[in-house]
C-alpha cells in the first residue's frame, strides 16, 4: 500500500476500510448489503443514533446540539449558512484567512452584508489574522478553523457573545478544544471522517430558531434537524463510514489522538526547520498540525523530491496547485511511522 498524505480525500483508517469492505459483501449478516439496506429502516436509524451520539460525546457536547448530516460539501454549507442565519439587511463578520473562508466570505453578500474582521489575503494567507474587537450587531462570526491550502491553524479565538461558527473540515476530531464555544460547526467528511458525499453540521438547537428566510427544507438547518438528516435519501454508505470511524476514534480517545498529531507535526516540522533544501511556509506559531506546507528553496528540487518519494511509496504530498511546494496531511489516520518515512525520505534526499 501507498503511505497517501493527500489532503482529501484523504486516508482513512485501515479498519475502517475493512470493516466497510465487510459491510458492503453483508451488512451485520442481515442478507443485504449495506449500499442496499433502507434509511427509513431499523438498521439505519440505528446508525445514525450512535454516530450523533458519539460526534456529542467526542467534542463534549450535549444534547443543546443536532447533529446533521448533510450533502452539497463544504460550499454547501458557505451558502446555507448566511441563507439561514443573515437576514438581507443584517450583517455577519468573517474572518479570511485563506481560499475558503474568502469562498465563504463571497456567499454571505449574496444574502447579506459581510465585514472582514481580520485578513491575511496581502500575505499569501502565511498567517492566521488579528481580528480585534468583534461588533456585537454582526449576526454570527464565521473562521475557517484550519486552512488546508496554506497549512495555517487557529489556535485562540474571537471572545464574543456573537455566535461563532468554525469550518473545522480538515481538523474536526484532531484535538481537544472547547467546542461548546460555537454555535455551528461543519466539516466535510473526505478529510478527517469517512468518504466524500457528507457533511457534518453541529448546530446548537436554539441557533435553528434563528432562520432568516422562507427556504426549501433540503436548504434549511431547521428542516433538517427536524427531520433527523433523513429528509431526502441521505449517503448511507457515507454515513456509516464516518461512524466507523468515530468508533475508531473514541477507542483511543480525542486527547490522546491529540497528543498524536503534536508529536506526529512536530517530527515533521523539526525536519523541515532542519533541512537546508526545505523550509516552512506558514508563520511558525500559526502553522497548522493537520497540513504541513513547506517548499524547495532551489525549484527544481521540487518535481525531483515528489518522484523520490514516490519511489518510497510516498503519494499525496504535491501542494495545493494554487501555492504549488508541498503538502503532508497528517489527518488522524496517518500513523507516526507514516511520518518518520517521509522524514527518512526527506534526509535521504537531502544526502543525495
Ligand atoms: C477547510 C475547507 N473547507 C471547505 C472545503 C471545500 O469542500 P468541498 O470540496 O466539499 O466543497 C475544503 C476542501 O478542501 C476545505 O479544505
Redo the contacts with the bound molecule.
Keep these: 500500500m501507498l503511505i497517501n498524505f493527500d ?2 480525500p484523504a486516508t482513512l483508517p485501515r479498519t475502517v476500510l475493512e470493516q466497510a469492505s465487510e459491510a458492503i459483501r453483508d451488512y451485520n449478516s442481515s442478507g443485504l448489503s449495506i449500499l442496499e439496506i433502507p434509511h427509513r429502516g431499523k438498521a439505519f436509524e440505528a446508525i445514525l443514533e450512535e454516530a450523533n451520539s458519539l460526534v456529542k460525546t467526542l467534542l463534549g457536547l450535549g444534547d443543546d446540539y443536532a447533529v446533521l448530516w448533510l450533502q452539497g ?3 454547501l454549507q458557505f451558502s446555507m449558512l448566511p441563507m439561514n442565519f443573515l437576514g438581507a439587511d443584517e450583517t455577519a463578520g468573517y474572518i479570511e484567512s485563506g481560499h ?1 473562508a474568502e469562498e465563504a466570505l463571497h456567499n454571505a453578500v449574496l444574502y447579506g452584508h459581510a465585514e472582514v474582521l481580520g485578513s491575511s489575503k496581502e500575505d499569501q494567507y502565511r498567517y492566521i489574522p488579528d481580528w480585534g474587537t468583534i461588533p456585537e450587531h454582526l449576526q454570527y462570526v464565521h473562521l ?1 478553523s ?3 491550502i496554506y497549512g495555517t491553524q487557529f489556535f485562540r479565538f474571537p471572545e464574543t457573545d456573537v455566535p461563532l461558527v468554525a ?1 473545522m ?2 481538523e474536526l476530531f484532531s484535538r481537544k478544544l472547547d467546542y461548546s464555544r460555537f454555535s455551528l460547526i461543519y466539516a ?1 467528511a ?2 478527517n471522517i469517512g468518504p ?1 458525499g457528507v ?1 457534518l453540521v453541529v448546530v446548537r438547537k436554539s441557533m435553528l430558531e434563528k432562520q432568516k428566510r422562507t427556504l426549501p427544507g433540503i436548504l434549511s438547518y431547521k428542516a433538517e434537524a427536524d427531520n433527523n438528516s433523513v429528509l431526502n435519501t441521505p449517503p448511507v454508505f457515507a454515513i456509516y463510514c464516518s461512524l466507523l470511524t468515530l468508533r475508531w476514534i473514541h477507542s483511543i480517545g480525542i486527547e490522546a489522538m491529540d497528543r498524536r498529531n503534536q508529536e506526529k507535526a512536530d517530527l515533521l516540522y523539526t525536519a523541515i526547520d532542519n533541512s537546508k533544501l526545505f523550509y516552512g511556509v506558514a508563520r511558525k506559531e500559526d502553522r497548522s498540525l493537520m497540513n504541513v506546507c513547506f517548499r524547495a528553496h532551489d525549484d527544481s528540487h521540487t518535481q525531483a523530491f515528489l518522484d523520490f518519494a514516490r519511489e518510497r511509496n510516498i503519494t499525496g504530498i504535491k501542494g495545493h496547485r494554487s501555492v504549488g511546494g508541498f503538502r503532508a496531511s497528517l489527518y488522524n489516520a496517518i500513523g507516526i511511522e507514516a511520518v518518520q518515512q517521509l522524514v527518512d525520505a526527506l534526509h535521504a534526499f537531502e544526502k543525495g
Design positions: 489532503a482529501g460539501g463544504g460550499r475558503w475557517t484550519n486552512n488546508t469550518d473540515s480538515s466535510v473526505q478529510k466524500a457533511t
